[in-house]
Protein backbone atom coordinates (compact mmCIF):
# COMPACT_ATOMS: atom_id res chain seq x y z
CA UNK A 1 0.00 0.00 0.00
CA UNK A 2 1.29 3.65 -1.25
CA UNK A 3 0.49 7.34 -0.17
CA UNK A 4 2.17 10.66 -0.60
CA UNK A 5 4.23 12.18 2.00
CA UNK A 6 3.86 15.59 3.27
CA UNK A 7 6.69 16.47 0.40
CA UNK A 8 4.98 14.74 -2.13
CA UNK A 9 6.82 11.47 -2.37
CA UNK A 10 5.73 8.25 -3.23
CA UNK A 11 5.89 6.57 0.23
CA UNK A 12 5.17 3.02 1.27
CA UNK A 13 3.01 2.48 4.45
CA UNK A 14 3.71 0.09 7.29
CA UNK A 15 1.68 -1.53 10.54
CA UNK A 16 3.06 -3.69 12.37
CA UNK A 17 7.16 -3.08 13.11
CA UNK A 18 9.61 -4.64 15.72
CA UNK A 19 12.08 -2.38 17.37
CA UNK A 20 15.91 -3.71 18.96
CA UNK A 21 17.33 -1.95 21.60
CA UNK A 22 14.06 -0.20 22.43
CA UNK A 23 15.03 0.63 26.09
CA UNK A 24 17.86 2.53 25.06
CA UNK A 25 18.73 6.15 23.65
CA UNK A 26 18.03 6.52 19.82
CA UNK A 27 15.61 3.20 19.82
CA UNK A 28 13.08 4.87 22.26
CA UNK A 29 13.39 7.92 20.01
CA UNK A 30 12.46 5.41 16.68
CA UNK A 31 9.74 4.03 19.15
CA UNK A 32 8.28 7.49 19.59
CA UNK A 33 8.39 8.25 15.75
CA UNK A 34 6.96 4.61 14.48
CA UNK A 35 4.23 5.22 17.13
CA UNK A 36 3.27 8.34 15.93
CA UNK A 37 3.52 7.40 12.32
CA UNK A 38 0.19 4.71 13.38
CA UNK A 39 2.46 2.04 13.25
CA UNK A 40 1.91 -1.23 16.05
CA UNK A 41 5.53 -1.32 17.61
CA UNK A 42 6.66 -4.71 19.64
CA UNK A 43 9.74 -3.40 21.79
CA UNK A 44 12.74 -5.38 22.89
CA UNK A 45 15.69 -5.13 25.16
CA UNK A 46 18.03 -6.87 27.63
CA UNK A 47 17.81 -3.74 29.76
CA UNK A 48 21.59 -4.35 30.78
CA UNK A 49 21.85 -0.81 29.56
CA UNK A 50 18.61 0.75 28.46
CA UNK A 51 15.54 1.86 30.51
CA UNK A 52 12.01 0.47 30.61
CA UNK A 53 11.37 4.01 31.05
CA UNK A 54 12.60 5.20 28.01
CA UNK A 55 9.63 2.97 26.21
CA UNK A 56 6.47 5.03 25.47
CA UNK A 57 3.33 2.55 26.97
CA UNK A 58 1.93 2.19 23.39
CA UNK A 59 4.51 -0.36 22.53
CA UNK A 60 4.15 -3.79 23.27
CA UNK A 61 6.77 -4.58 25.39
CA UNK A 62 9.06 -8.27 25.50
CA UNK A 63 12.19 -8.11 27.40
CA UNK A 64 15.01 -10.32 26.15
CA UNK A 65 18.51 -10.58 24.50
CA UNK A 66 18.70 -11.26 21.00
CA UNK A 67 21.95 -13.60 20.96
CA UNK A 68 19.57 -16.25 22.04
CA UNK A 69 18.03 -17.79 18.72
CA UNK A 70 15.18 -18.85 20.47
CA UNK A 71 14.21 -15.87 22.07
CA UNK A 72 14.48 -13.83 18.94
CA UNK A 73 12.51 -16.41 17.16
CA UNK A 74 9.79 -15.99 19.96
CA UNK A 75 8.97 -12.36 19.04
CA UNK A 76 7.48 -13.64 15.84
CA UNK A 77 4.92 -15.56 17.79
CA UNK A 78 2.30 -12.77 17.68
CA UNK A 79 2.75 -12.56 13.62
CA UNK A 80 4.83 -10.85 11.02
CA UNK A 81 6.69 -7.96 10.81
CA UNK A 82 5.96 -5.42 7.90
CA UNK A 83 9.96 -4.17 9.35
CA UNK A 84 12.64 -4.59 11.45
CA UNK A 85 14.60 -1.31 12.86
CA UNK A 86 17.84 -3.05 14.37
CA UNK A 87 19.33 -0.47 16.88
CA UNK A 88 20.38 -3.37 19.92
CA UNK A 89 24.55 -3.21 19.79
CA UNK A 90 26.94 -2.16 22.59
CA UNK A 91 28.66 0.70 20.60
CA UNK A 92 31.89 1.39 22.50
CA UNK A 93 34.86 1.38 19.56
CA UNK A 94 37.81 1.99 21.89
CA UNK A 95 36.68 -0.61 24.73
CA UNK A 96 35.94 -3.51 21.27
CA UNK A 97 39.17 -3.65 21.33
CA UNK A 98 39.43 -5.14 24.85
CA UNK A 99 36.24 -7.21 24.65
CA UNK A 100 36.49 -8.48 21.08
CA UNK A 101 34.61 -11.94 21.77
CA UNK A 102 31.69 -10.25 23.73
CA UNK A 103 31.64 -7.32 21.12
CA UNK A 104 31.34 -10.21 18.19
CA UNK A 105 28.47 -11.78 20.27
CA UNK A 106 26.61 -8.82 20.90
CA UNK A 107 26.95 -7.10 17.86
CA UNK A 108 27.35 -9.62 15.01
CA UNK A 109 25.98 -13.16 16.44
CA UNK A 110 23.02 -11.34 17.80
CA UNK A 111 22.56 -9.37 14.13
CA UNK A 112 22.82 -12.62 12.50
CA UNK A 113 20.05 -14.30 14.74
CA UNK A 114 18.02 -11.39 13.87
CA UNK A 115 18.21 -11.44 9.80
CA UNK A 116 17.74 -15.31 9.76
CA UNK A 117 14.31 -14.61 11.52
CA UNK A 118 13.48 -11.50 9.30
CA UNK A 119 14.01 -13.78 6.50
CA UNK A 120 12.37 -17.11 8.08
CA UNK A 121 9.45 -14.61 8.80
CA UNK A 122 8.92 -12.61 5.63
CA UNK A 123 9.85 -9.47 6.85
CA UNK A 124 9.63 -6.44 3.96
CA UNK A 125 12.33 -4.18 5.15
CA UNK A 126 15.14 -4.52 7.33
CA UNK A 127 16.70 -1.34 8.91
CA UNK A 128 20.25 -0.99 10.32
CA UNK A 129 21.94 1.24 12.19
CA UNK A 130 25.42 0.50 11.46
CA UNK A 131 28.07 3.33 12.30
CA UNK A 132 30.65 5.73 10.63
CA UNK A 133 33.17 2.99 12.75
CA UNK A 134 32.92 1.41 9.51
CA UNK A 135 34.84 4.04 7.57
CA UNK A 136 38.32 3.79 9.67
CA UNK A 137 40.67 6.86 9.50
CA UNK A 138 41.85 8.95 6.23
CA UNK A 139 38.76 9.24 4.62
CA UNK A 140 36.98 12.57 5.77
CA UNK A 141 34.64 13.75 4.10
CA UNK A 142 32.80 10.40 4.48
CA UNK A 143 31.10 9.03 1.83
CA UNK A 144 29.05 6.15 0.93
CA UNK A 145 30.72 5.29 -2.14
CA UNK A 146 34.04 4.77 -0.08
CA UNK A 147 35.14 1.42 0.35
CA UNK A 148 35.25 0.63 4.24
CA UNK A 149 38.51 0.04 6.17
CA UNK A 150 36.93 -0.12 9.86
CA UNK A 151 40.28 0.09 12.29
CA UNK A 152 38.22 -1.84 15.64
CA UNK A 153 36.12 -4.87 16.28
CA UNK A 154 32.95 -2.41 16.78
CA UNK A 155 33.38 -1.08 13.15
CA UNK A 156 34.36 -4.77 11.99
CA UNK A 157 31.35 -6.14 13.55
CA UNK A 158 29.08 -3.59 12.11
CA UNK A 159 30.53 -3.62 8.45
CA UNK A 160 30.23 -7.77 8.46
CA UNK A 161 26.28 -7.01 9.43
CA UNK A 162 26.29 -5.19 6.16
CA UNK A 163 27.80 -7.30 4.07
CA UNK A 164 25.75 -10.11 5.44
CA UNK A 165 22.18 -8.09 4.90
CA UNK A 166 23.40 -7.57 1.09
CA UNK A 167 24.55 -11.21 1.18
CA UNK A 168 20.53 -12.02 2.44
CA UNK A 169 18.91 -9.52 0.05
CA UNK A 170 20.51 -11.34 -2.85
CA UNK A 171 19.76 -14.57 -1.34
CA UNK A 172 16.03 -14.13 -0.27
CA UNK A 173 14.98 -10.98 -1.36
CA UNK A 174 15.30 -9.39 2.16
CA UNK A 175 14.75 -5.92 1.49
CA UNK A 176 17.38 -3.43 3.75
CA UNK A 177 18.00 -0.10 4.79
CA UNK A 178 21.53 0.58 6.18
CA UNK A 179 22.63 4.05 8.52
CA UNK A 180 26.04 5.33 9.41
CA UNK A 181 24.89 7.69 12.10
CA UNK A 182 27.88 9.24 14.27
CA UNK A 183 28.04 10.61 17.63
CA UNK A 184 24.74 10.97 18.41
CA UNK A 185 23.73 13.06 21.53
CA UNK A 186 20.49 14.16 23.86
CA UNK A 187 17.97 13.40 25.66
CA UNK A 188 17.40 9.51 27.41
CA UNK A 189 21.47 9.19 26.68
CA UNK A 190 22.73 6.94 29.38
CA UNK A 191 25.12 9.87 30.95
CA UNK A 192 26.55 7.27 33.58
CA UNK A 193 28.24 5.22 31.17
CA UNK A 194 32.21 5.92 31.23
CA UNK A 195 33.44 4.74 27.90
CA UNK A 196 31.34 5.83 25.33
CA UNK A 197 29.32 9.23 24.32
CA UNK A 198 31.65 11.89 24.91
CA UNK A 199 29.10 14.53 25.46
CA UNK A 200 26.91 12.29 28.04
CA UNK A 201 30.97 11.99 30.10
CA UNK A 202 31.79 15.44 30.22
CA UNK A 203 28.06 16.34 31.63
CA UNK A 204 27.78 14.33 33.81
CA UNK A 205 31.19 14.61 35.13
CA UNK A 206 30.47 18.77 35.27
CA UNK A 207 27.32 17.92 37.37
CA UNK A 208 29.46 15.54 39.67
CA UNK A 209 32.12 18.09 39.88
CA UNK A 210 34.24 16.32 37.90
CA UNK A 211 37.17 17.15 35.69
CA UNK A 212 36.21 15.91 32.39
CA UNK A 213 38.67 13.33 30.42
CA UNK A 214 39.99 14.26 27.63
CA UNK A 215 42.38 11.67 25.85
CA UNK A 216 45.42 13.11 23.97
CA UNK A 217 45.07 16.98 23.11
CA UNK A 218 41.50 17.32 22.23
CA UNK A 219 42.10 18.57 18.94
CA UNK A 220 40.41 15.58 17.60
CA UNK A 221 36.98 16.74 15.71
CA UNK A 222 33.32 14.61 15.38
CA UNK A 223 30.09 16.45 13.69
CA UNK A 224 27.85 15.86 16.90
CA UNK A 225 24.28 14.86 15.85
CA UNK A 226 21.28 15.38 17.73
CA UNK A 227 18.87 12.32 18.19
CA UNK A 228 16.66 14.53 16.61
CA UNK A 229 18.26 14.59 13.34
CA UNK A 230 19.10 10.74 13.33
CA UNK A 231 15.57 9.19 14.76
CA UNK A 232 13.08 10.34 12.70
CA UNK A 233 14.52 9.39 9.39
CA UNK A 234 15.43 5.73 10.50
CA UNK A 235 11.29 5.31 11.50
CA UNK A 236 10.68 6.53 7.75
CA UNK A 237 12.87 4.65 6.28
CA UNK A 238 10.62 1.83 5.19
CA UNK A 239 7.93 3.86 3.85
CA UNK A 240 10.67 5.84 1.87
CA UNK A 241 11.05 3.27 -1.70
CA UNK A 242 13.75 4.47 -2.66
CA UNK A 243 15.74 3.78 0.01
CA UNK A 244 15.82 -0.19 -0.28
CA UNK A 245 19.04 -1.75 -0.52
CA UNK A 246 20.61 1.63 0.26
CA UNK A 247 23.01 3.09 2.95
CA UNK A 248 22.83 6.51 4.14
CA UNK A 249 25.20 8.55 6.44
CA UNK A 250 22.71 10.28 8.65
CA UNK A 251 23.34 12.99 11.28
CA UNK A 252 25.06 16.45 11.71
CA UNK A 253 27.45 18.40 8.99
CA UNK A 254 30.02 20.30 11.27
CA UNK A 255 33.19 19.03 13.04
CA UNK A 256 33.60 20.35 16.10
CA UNK A 257 37.11 19.63 18.45
CA UNK A 258 36.63 17.81 21.86
CA UNK A 259 38.59 21.31 23.67
CA UNK A 260 35.35 22.99 21.88
CA UNK A 261 32.96 20.91 22.50
CA UNK A 262 33.55 21.32 26.63
CA UNK A 263 33.13 24.75 26.42
CA UNK A 264 29.68 24.58 25.31
CA UNK A 265 28.65 22.37 27.33
CA UNK A 266 30.32 24.43 30.10
CA UNK A 267 28.55 27.37 29.22
CA UNK A 268 25.27 25.24 29.11
CA UNK A 269 25.39 24.11 32.63
CA UNK A 270 27.14 27.58 33.73
CA UNK A 271 30.51 26.18 34.94
CA UNK A 272 34.05 26.77 33.71
CA UNK A 273 35.71 23.08 32.43
CA UNK A 274 37.98 22.08 34.23
CA UNK A 275 39.68 19.21 31.84
CA UNK A 276 41.98 16.69 32.71
CA UNK A 277 44.38 15.26 29.37
CA UNK A 278 44.84 11.14 29.28
CA UNK A 279 47.33 9.29 27.03
CA UNK A 280 45.48 9.40 23.45
CA UNK A 281 44.37 6.42 22.73
CA UNK A 282 43.73 4.37 19.64
CA UNK A 283 40.92 6.01 17.61
CA UNK A 284 40.28 8.01 14.20
CA UNK A 285 40.91 11.42 14.85
CA UNK A 286 38.86 13.28 12.46
CA UNK A 287 35.32 11.46 11.81
CA UNK A 288 32.63 13.50 9.57
CA UNK A 289 30.33 12.54 6.86
CA UNK A 290 28.66 13.98 3.79
CA UNK A 291 24.82 13.75 4.19
CA UNK A 292 23.81 14.34 0.35
CA UNK A 293 22.29 10.97 -0.38
CA UNK A 294 20.26 11.24 2.47
CA UNK A 295 18.97 14.46 2.18
CA UNK A 296 18.08 13.54 -1.62
CA UNK A 297 16.27 10.31 -0.47
CA UNK A 298 14.42 11.61 2.85
CA UNK A 299 14.58 15.66 2.19
CA UNK A 300 15.31 16.08 6.25
CA UNK A 301 14.89 19.47 8.11
CA UNK A 302 18.78 21.42 8.51
CA UNK A 303 20.49 19.67 11.27
CA UNK A 304 20.07 21.27 14.84
CA UNK A 305 23.15 23.45 15.58
CA UNK A 306 25.89 22.01 18.57
CA UNK A 307 24.94 25.15 20.73
CA UNK A 308 20.35 24.56 20.62
CA UNK A 309 21.27 20.67 20.83
CA UNK A 310 23.60 20.80 23.85
CA UNK A 311 21.43 23.48 26.04
CA UNK A 312 18.27 20.85 25.64
CA UNK A 313 20.50 17.87 26.71
CA UNK A 314 22.14 20.00 29.82
CA UNK A 315 18.27 20.82 30.49
CA UNK A 316 17.31 17.43 30.73
CA UNK A 317 20.61 16.43 32.49
CA UNK A 318 19.51 18.83 34.93
CA UNK A 319 16.23 17.46 35.45
CA UNK A 320 17.53 14.12 36.13
CA UNK A 321 20.70 14.90 37.90
CA UNK A 322 24.50 12.92 37.47
CA UNK A 323 24.65 9.79 37.73
CA UNK A 324 27.12 7.53 39.79
CA UNK A 325 29.06 5.96 36.40
CA UNK A 326 28.43 2.26 35.66
CA UNK A 327 31.18 -0.16 35.21
CA UNK A 328 31.68 -2.49 32.52
CA UNK A 329 30.17 -5.86 33.79
CA UNK A 330 31.51 -8.19 31.73
CA UNK A 331 35.15 -9.30 31.49
CA UNK A 332 37.65 -7.94 30.00
CA UNK A 333 39.09 -10.27 27.40
CA UNK A 334 42.87 -8.27 27.22
CA UNK A 335 44.29 -5.67 29.57
CA UNK A 336 47.16 -5.32 27.39
CA UNK A 337 47.26 -1.73 26.65
CA UNK A 338 43.95 -0.91 28.53
CA UNK A 339 44.12 3.07 28.81
CA UNK A 340 45.13 3.43 32.43
CA UNK A 341 41.65 5.49 33.57
CA UNK A 342 39.93 2.27 32.39
CA UNK A 343 41.54 -0.05 34.64
CA UNK A 344 39.97 0.69 37.22
CA UNK A 345 36.62 0.69 35.79
CA UNK A 346 36.97 -2.73 33.90
CA UNK A 347 38.78 -4.93 36.45
CA UNK A 348 36.41 -6.91 38.56
CA UNK A 349 34.66 -10.17 38.34
CA UNK A 350 32.19 -10.61 35.05
CA UNK A 351 28.53 -10.99 36.52
CA UNK A 352 26.74 -9.90 33.39
CA UNK A 353 27.10 -7.80 30.15
CA UNK A 354 25.75 -4.16 29.46
CA UNK A 355 23.32 -2.29 27.05
CA UNK A 356 22.27 -3.03 23.88
CA UNK A 357 22.05 0.76 22.61
CA UNK A 358 23.09 2.11 19.38
Not at 34 to 44: F, P, R
Not at 113 to 142: D, E, H, K, W
Not at 252 to 269: F, H, K
Not at 277 to 296: I, Q
Request: hydrophobic share 40%.
Amino acid sequence: MVGKSSSGRTERLTSRVLVTGAAGFIGSHVVDHCLSAGMHVVATDDLSGGFRANVAPRAEWIEGDLREAEFVSSLWAGGRFDAVYHLAAYAAEGLSHFIRAYNYRTNLEASVNLINQAVLGQTSRFVFTSSIAVYGAGQVPMSEDMVPRPEDPYGISKYAVELDLAAAHKMFGLEYTIFRPHNVYGERQNIADPYRNVIGIFLNNALRGEPMPVFGDGLQTRAFSHVDDVAPIIARAPAVIESANAVYNIGADTPYSILELAEEIGRAVGVQPVLTHLPPRNEVLHAFSDHGKVRAAFDPPEPLDLKTGIQRMAAWVLEQGARDPIEFAGQIEIDRDLPPSWVRRTQRPADGYPSTDA
